[in-house]
């Protein structure tokens, strides 16, 4: 009797830790980003799995008077091309602990490349941290989980 006892609660606790590990949130789904020097609601992104690696897209424009936003300082195959559908994150690697890194981080206004780094806030899944780095100095956004119903 006692050890059907002892059964039951290892199957309950189990049950439990899988039902936490599905709960938990990921990098994974749409971001409002919200530029960090002047409060300004820029954009939806997009960050989804392609090839077992970590992409973004530009899903929404949302500041006023960019809708239709080219990326008019881009070179190359980006010159004059919407902003909207950009991918402007591609094939960030996943490390320990739920950080991805990677080489591909499009920053469309500035028309510049950098490094970068993202990862849930520790204190609010709800919230992303995205790093670019260039050289030595880096500058970290915090992005909004957007809640679809």
């Known amino acids: 009797m006692k050890s059907s ?36 609601e820029k954009a939806i992104i997009e960050i989804y799995k392609e090839d077992g690696m970590l992409h973004a897209k530009v899903v929404k424009i949302l500041e006023d008077g960019k809708k239709g936003a080219l990326c008019t300082k881009c070179d190359g195959e980006k010159k004059d091309k919407p902003i909207l559908g950009m991918t402007i994150m591609k094939d960030f690697e996943e490390h320990k602990d739920g950080i991805y890194k990677g080489d591909t981080l499009f920053d469309p206004e500035q028309a510049m490349t950098f490094r970068g780094k993202v990862w849930l806030d520790e204190d609010n899944e709800d919230r992303l941290k995205v790093r670019g780095y260039l050289a030595f100095l880096h500058r970290t956004q915090t992005w909004h989980r957007v809640v679809e119903n």
């Open 5 to 40: 006892k002892t059964l039951n609660k290892c199957i309950y606790l189990l049950c439990f830790l899988l039902c936490q590990i599905t709960w938990s949130q990921t990098v994974f789904g749409k971001w409002k980003t919200i530029d960090d020097r002047n409060g300004v």
